[in-house]
């Protein structure tokens, strides 16, 4: 068993990371960078890495899309301690590394409409955050429109029109590269 | 891992997280100054276990409380495929790194005859006489009770 440790400072580290989260969701397309001290497995960046061990515990499910190696797998559930789960459904965190091979949207889980916030949350780990179709994205948070170019499919692009009309229902998702991440609640919406 | 080899591997898990710490640091002391270095994977935390039990050790699984617990898990710096792994009750973040750094050390190759006969071994004779001057104490104030019959 080969491993990489986890945070170096776990309290401080992670209260960070969580505030970062927190000011991505609610500056919908903007960048953030993280600041934590964090050396996950080869594959997984910075970011990812940070935002998983800060968001899972012993009681949140999660599904890693299946090509996903197990050196990863085994630090998530050595440092999280989450439970892994084998349909996207059921989880309450997704982790998808190659956005090439995203599941389409609804198969996560978009809650009910008397529990909306038990829907699936999408970490989608990609090479950088900018250089894609450029978007406009207006919404709650932003103040008139804010342009994100967040290098994603086009079929993310279709399945967000409906994840965004379905509100209250929907998925929320964050996309990380490096140190950086960027938050797109399903408030979010797209042209 | 074989049969054997788990086998010592909970025999010495269990000296190191009974041992009392003053003793242990003592001993771990005594190796030398060469020790590898290693790293943590996961820094001494302090947490809740729930102990369960089971009465008669037969009986239905139940809840017996709650009791804190601090673990840890060392991973040597030049051989990352040795992770040591400590769990001790109570708070000491001291005693759960010494467990987990002897665990890694005695599954190191060169450095297990070493920790078995420095630490390892004193501990367990220092708790086998404690148990017993225990039981001789115990033993001295015994109460035998007996029932009688009663007569028809």
Redesign the interface.
């Known amino acids: 068993?080969?491993?990489?440790?986890?945070f170096t400072n776990?309290v401080q580290a992670a209260q960070q990371t969580f505030r970062a989260l927190l000011v991505a969701l609610a500056n919908p397309g903007k960048i953030e960078t993280l600041k934590v001290d964090i050396h996950p497995p080869e594959g997984l960046s910075r970011s990812c890495g940070a935002a998983c061990l800060t968001l899972l515990d012993l009681e949140t499910r999660l599904w890693l899309q299946p090509s996903i190696n197990q050196n990863i797998q085994d630090w998530l559930v050595?440092?999280a301690g989450c439970r892994l789960v084998s349909q996207p459904a059921l989880a309450d965190f997704a982790v998808i590394l190659d956005s090439q091979e995203l599941p389409s949207l609804d198969t996560f889980c978009w809650g009910t409409p008397e529990d909306p916030e038990t829907s699936t949350t999408v970490l989608i780990q990609l090479e950088r955050l900018t250089g894609g179709t450029v978007k406009q994205l207006r919404g709650p948070g932003i103040l008139e429109t804010r342009s994100l170019s967040v290098p994603m499919p086009n079929q993310f692009w279709a399945d967000w029109q409906l994840n965004h009309q379905s509100y209250p229902l929907g998925v929320d998702s964050y996309c990380f590269a490096e140190n950086h991440l960027v938050g797109l609640p399903r408030s979010v919406e797209v042209h | 891992m074989t049969v054997q080899s788990q086998v010592d591997r909970q025999h010495w898990m269990a000296v190191l997280a009974k041992a009392v710490l003053p003793q242990l640091e003592q001993h771990y002391g005594h190796l030398g100054q060469q020790l590898p270095t290693y790293?943590?994977?996961?820094?001494p935390?302090i947490g809740l276990v729930m102990v369960r039990g089971r009465s008669g050790g037969t009986g239905q699984r139940f809840n017996l409380g709650e009791m804190t617990l601090t673990r840890c898990v060392a991973?040597l710096t030049d051989q990352?495929?040795i992770?040591g792994f400590g769990y001790v009750a109570g708070r000491s973040q001291r005693h759960a790194e010494l467990a987990a750094v002897c665990d890694a050390l005695l599954q190191h190759p060169d450095w297990t005859s070493k920790v078995q006969s420095e630490v390892i071994e004193p501990l367990e004779m220092f708790a086998q006489q404690r148990r017993e001057a225990e039981s001789s104490q115990v033993e001295a104030t015994r109460v035998n009770f007996f029932t009688m019959m009663r007569g028809e």
């Open positions: 068993m080969i491993q990489e440790p986890g776990p050595f440092h | 790293q943590f994977l996961r820094s935390e991973q990352s495929a992770t």
